[in-house]
């Protein structure tokens, strides 16, 4: 059974820092997914990997296959980054129509 | 342009209802899933949908669940008889070229 923990479960931090998310997972994947929910309770894919980094303005994330780690960086934080950020991962054995396994969250507070 | 729309957005019904909760794809895609958040915990897979046919369910999905796309588009999961427990909020996703987009969620209370 794939597991997927994340940490810290909590993060305040004041606007302007360099926020880092991280995640492990337990067994084989073919993807990992970072996620972003709101307080509403969207659900907002950001990324998704299978090897090495990506980009999108301020956001960036990695992930190290042979380690089963991957993070989520903010760069220049702002209020408005306020959320869950969620990493997901799609198991490997799923032939591609397998549901995601989540883990618990990032609850992100960024303080003006 | 959202990818997906979900009806209703709040669902309120009596333990021992049954609920119909809807999942309207933009485009025609062929893979779908449903997952659940019950408040203040992860999200949970329930079921996903390939091609007109369950591929795989979660042990969440008992006899109580059922999916279908009865015409086509629209994609339902029904609960054939609420319980408390079932309180949550619950998602519609599909899947393009690996990556899974999500709908707004249904927030069903059962009281």
């Known amino acids: 059974k794939n597991e997927v923990e994340q940490s810290p479960q909590n993060l305040t931090a004041q606007e302007g820092e360099f926020i880092t998310i991280n995640c492990s997972y337990s067994?084989?994947?073919?993807?990992l997914h970072w996620l972003q929910q709101h307080p509403g309770g969207g659900i907002v894919s950001l990324f998704m990997l299978s090897s090495g980094k990506k980009k999108h303005g301020r956001l960036i994330a990695t992930i190290n296959i042979q380690e089963k780690h991957s993070s989520l960086h903010i760069t220049a934080s702002h209020p408005r980054d306020s959320a869950v950020y969620i990493c997901a991962v799609t198991p490997a054995s799923g032939g591609g129509a397998d549901g995601l396994t989540f883990g618990k969250g990032t609850h992100l507070i960024i303080q003006p | 342009e959202p990818e997906v729309t979900q009806t209703p957005s709040h669902q309120v019904t009596q333990m021992g209802q049954e609920v119909i909760l809807r999942c309207v794809p933009i485009?025609?895609?062929?893979?779908f899933y449903w997952y659940r958040q019950i408040l203040g915990q992860k999200v949970e897979f329930l079921v996903s949908?390939?091609?007109?046919?369950?591929?795989?369910k979660s042990e969440i999905f008992d006899d109580q669940f059922s999916v279908e796309r009865p015409d086509g588009s629209n994609f339902t999961l029904k609960i054939r008889s609420t319980k408390l427990e079932d309180s949550a909020m619950y998602f519609c996703?599909?899947?393009?070229?690996?990556?899974?987009?999500f709908g707004p969620g249904t927030r069903l209370t059962v009281l």
């Open positions: 067994v084989g994947i073919s993807a």
């Open positions: 949908f390939y091609n007109n046919e369950i591929s795989e």
């Open positions: 485009s025609n895609h062929l893979y």
């Open positions: 996703a599909r899947r393009r070229a690996n990556e899974q987009f």
